[in-house]
């Protein structure tokens, strides 16, 4: 996700980045195939300005969760807002491995 929905007066760049744009969940599957069966990683950061914002954060986990369980790849949310995280998204990002997490207050 490029932009962020929050709009916080004192964040350039929340301002700078604007509109905010959802990346397809298909070409972001395709992106990390390619991550993971061309380029060997085996760590995957889901990155943007508030990454627990994208609209379907729940059932992007749960489908990257099942494609790449049996190759071992954790998946990370390096920039999450506290009251946008819940649990069900913790239990999701640490089913296949522990993976770190950022929180911004
Ligand atoms: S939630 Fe974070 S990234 Fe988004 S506008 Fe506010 S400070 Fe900026």
New binding site residues.
Partial sequence: MRG?P???RF?H??IYYRPMRVKNKNLIIEEIDHLVFDAGYREVSLNS??SADFPEVSSLLDILNERYKGFNVSFQLPSL?VNAFSLDILEKLSKIRKSGLTF?V
Wanted: proline letters at 0%; hydrophobic letters at 25%.
């Fill in positions: 962020c929050n709009g916080c964040c760049a929340g300005l508030s807002k911004a």
